[in-house]
């Protein structure tokens, strides 16, 4: 029986071998078998072959075996930490965002293009290795190399974020459907935007340190971006709500995208 | 003119009959669709058959009661109130679930609002032409085979008899009360039973599927889905359809008892009013009531057969207003025809002919402000329900306690309409003329009706398309479709609360005169004195009594929503294959406990209204009696109004929120909005519309048992 590997970047960063499809394992991921969990999960699928040496994948063949009354493996953990930044982005396959209720939407690898209109600052949650959301005047390229090169003193060795859409900071009415994702730190965000543009020399501010617990999908942007150590940048694009509404009615109608 | 009720009578059986079989006849969709349907259909089926069965044993107590104290046609007219009320139940809302899912596959295969809405109002159009059918079928038999044939409306039979038990009354009187009777028996376990279980469904589903597991509306993984589609059928069409009944019902026979009442006490005044006067105001309400359902088969044919747009409010609009509008023409014609050679100023008909007729048009008129200001309290697109939405961000509490201020707030004008309404019909017509207002606001009942049903068929019709997996463009089209629906819901309330508010004034006249009985003489004065500590002693209770109803209406629900929540939480933890999509929940276990609750709870309320007069008129007697109609009538309709804005409002409120306002589905304010949702919808699917038929059932069953308590009471025995 295959063995998959899979790269859970949200809300825990972890190389897991499953004898599970994708869909499968995210649904087990978020719902539990009897725990009566309900809870989102991003990860990437890996392809094997390119996987590389940092994980111990003749463990995860020993130990990815089917139970004894049959039953597939749900998961071997072969690694609970640093994992992001050991994979390389040519093993990198299927971006999958699960929602609460074990609903999956596969996302595949896109061209990258800079934003345009570009409106001089861009909102970004960062969701592995840290979590911060942060607001920059730089686009997601320029973002990534700014984090992870080693050329300041913020850096990681890779990063995980989604870029957000920028709620409307003029009407407090008309949000459109974010969620609680704004409901405390709007004002913060007026703030850290016009600090900003008052251009005192910082590329970024972060908002808020840890935004995670009220993350969403109904607040991503344009889409996701893996960016690797080697300066290689990765973009999972969103599909637009037409795609959504009519191909995956399911997963938007979970995420209250709908 | 009697065969232009029997032509309208057989136009909108016939036109019902065709539209059933036209919608049955369309294609039920792909086989996943029909077995959605089906669980659906069997559920509501189920219910209603336990429901009927379990009024039959109640029905055959009152029947026998009927017989023995008052007489055998009151208790056959019971029977035909019964029956006539449960079969328009029962058809509109087999209709209903046959119509959902032809619905669904309308709009997967025709992508077209317009066509989908057509089929969504056919299969509505069955239940409002069985209302307005079946209850004009009634009184058309009790009027030629108890009026004419056995003369209970001839001019020496409109007086007070005193049958064996030496209990005075007007035979016809009785009769007509025990059809009404019968019709609200059915009307108040319907809405009671279908009110509990379709709100235990709903929350059930609710609170644990989307709150809990974080899955959406009508997602099939929810065991309570189906129950909760099963609940918008047997709560929404079959207890709105013969809720309507009972009011249309109730406002037609007012105006005859008054009829009746007024004729002997003018004969006992030495002063008779010709007895051809009084036969044309006993039949005018079958003739008015006639050429309004015939207007209503045209607004409703109208919509049938042209081609629809897209906007489907303005649809159901032009239904409404071309029903309304034949109805006050073709009113006025047989106004003329009735009353034109008749000297009408002696019945007190103040600007001559059309008197009774500008009453109705009063009526017509205070229906459609108090349905515009139910939408101006309970629409997202004004103020009051913008404020609670806006409140939503600041939490929970506050939300509650917005709601509750548009609600209070919502009863004032629609109470003064009622009220300057009352003083005008009386001033055109006296009390006749305030019955009238009470038919004309209701005498298109099948066009509004139809209206109204549309809206659960369209839900429905949503909650298959998404349990079918069928595309987002599908939905849209339904959701559209139901949000019209919940605008004309809340404007029916209106019509209904309205209604309620004059049928029951007419009858609490009518009771007075009957309180009066065979002494009513020269000096007799339709006066009830609110010093009288008797009377305002039972005004008191009555005024409370409403509360009572409520709040066991409410913990009804509550019992009954707990024990669903419970089992869809047992089914999440002992059935893991579930929300995988693996495994089919057990729609049936959740179908049955909602039915179980409802059954269960549904009977102390409903006894409630029909022994609260006949035990207080026994150990209070008749002035005690008065005060408590006149207390519960003025409560009810101010916490009716109350109940059903504020749910309203609150629901509204969580739908604007929806369209992407502060913060939107999934952010603080939209969990706030969620709570005002739930708190608000028992009080508006539950309490709101039982009460107007409490009122009126206290109002009949006082009417039929005031000459016996009259007689026997503990005051009596104590000389009091």
Known sequence: MSIYYYLTLYPMEAMIASQLEPAAFGAYMALGNRKGSAEKLIFIEVKEEKIGEAFDLDYARQRCVEHSDGRRKNSVYLSVYRALEAVPTEAMGLLWLITRDGRALALEQGDYSDPEPWAGNALYQELCPAHPLVVSALNPKHFSKYIVEDSTKVTMPAIFFADLAMPNLEDDDFTGNVGGYFDKILEHLKACIMDLKAGKGKMSKIVDRSSTATFNYQVIGRGLYVGAADGKLVFYPMPSREILKKKHYDWAKSTQIF | MISLVIIAVIAALAFAAINFSMVKKKSPGNELMQEIAGYIKDGADSFLIHEYKIIARIVVLIVVLLAVVVSWQSAAAFVMGTVMSATAGWVGMRMATLANVRVSNEAHVTRSLGSTLKVAFQGGSVMGLSVGGFALFGLLFIYVIFGKLMGQVNPDQLVIHTNWLGINDIPFTMTVSGYALGCSIIAMFNRVGGGIYTKAADMGADLVGKTEAGIPEDDPRNPATIADNVGDNVGDVA??????????????????????????????????????????????????????????????????????????????????????????????????????????????????????????????????????????????????????????????????????????????????????????????????????????????????????????????????????????????????????????????????????????????????????????????????????????????????????????????????????????????????????????????????????????????????????????????????????????????????????????????????????????????????????????????????????????????????????????????????
């Open chain 2, 239 to 720: 207890g709105l359809g013969s809720d309507l009944l009972e009011s249309y019902v109730g406002s037609l026979i007012a105006s005859i008892i008054l009829s009746a009442y007024m004729a002997y006490t003018a004969i006992k005044s030495g002063n008779p009013i010709n007895p051809e006067l009084i036969s044309a105001m006993i039949q005018f309400p079958l003739f008015f009531a006639a050429v309004g359902l015939l207007s209503s088969i045209v607004g409703i044919f109208i919509l049938i057969v042209k081609k629809v747009s897209d906007k489907p409010h303005r649809e159901l609009n032009i239904t409404t207003w071309v029903s309304a509008g034949l109805t006050l023409a073709s009113g006025a014609v047989v106004t003329w025809l009735l009353f034109k050679d008749l000297d009408v100023s002696e019945v007190g008909f103040t600007i001559g002919t059309f008197s009774p007729w500008l009453a109705a048009v009063l009526g017509i008129v205070s229906g459609i402000v108090i349905g515009q200001l139910a939408e101006y309290y309970t629409s997202y697109h004004f103020k009051p329900t913008l404020k609670i939405s806006e409140s939503s961000r600041e939490g929970t509490a506050l939300t509650i306690t917005q709601g509750l201020s548009v609600g209070m707030n919502s009863v004032f004008l629609p109470v003064l309409v009622l009220a300057v309404a009352t003083i005008g019909a009386n001033a055109l017509a006296g009390l006749y003329g305030v019955a009238m207002a009470a038919i004309g606001m209701l005498s298109f009942v099948a066009a509004t009706v139809s209206v109204d049903t549309y809206g659960p068929i369209a839900d429905n019709a949503g909650g298959i398309s998404e349990m079918a997996k069928l595309d987002g463009e599908v939905r849209d089209i339904t959701d559209e479709l139901d949000s019209v629906g919940n605008t004309t819901a809340a404007i029916g309330k209106g019509f209904a609360i309205g209604s309620a508010a004059f049928a029951a004034l007419s009858l609490f006249a009518s009771y007075l005169y009957a309180q009066g009985g065979v002494e009513i003489g020269k000096d007799f004065k339709l006066v009830l004195n609110m010093i009288d500590t008797m009377t305002l002693a039972g005004a008191l209770v009555g005024g409370a009594l409403p509360w009572l109803f409520s709040g066991i209406l409410i913990e009804a629900v509550a019992k009954a929503a707990r024990a669903m929540v419970q089992e869809v939480r047992r089914q999440f933890k002992e059935i893991p294959g579930i929300l995988t999509g693996k495994t089919k929940p057990d729609y049936r276990q959740c179908i049955s406990i909602s039915s179980a609750g409802a059954l269960k709870e549904m009977k102390f309320p409903a006894l409630i209204s029909v022994l609260m007069p006949i035990v207080s008129g026994f150990l209070f007697g008749p002035r005690f009696v008065g005060g408590l109609l006149i207390g519960t009538t003025l409560s009810a309709i101010m916490l009716a109004l109350f109940t059903a804005n504020s749910g309203g409002a609150w629901d509204n409120a969580k739908k604007y929120v929806e369209t992407g306002h502060h913060g939107g589905k999934g952010s603080n304010a939209h969990k706030a909005a969620v709570v005002g949702d739930t708190v608000g919808d028992p009080l508006k699917d539950t309490v709101g519309p039982s009460l107007d038929i409490l009122i009126k059932i206290m109002a009949t069953v006082s009417l039929i048992a005031v000459s016996i308590f009259s007689k026997f009471n503990l005051m009596v025995l104590f000389g009091g």
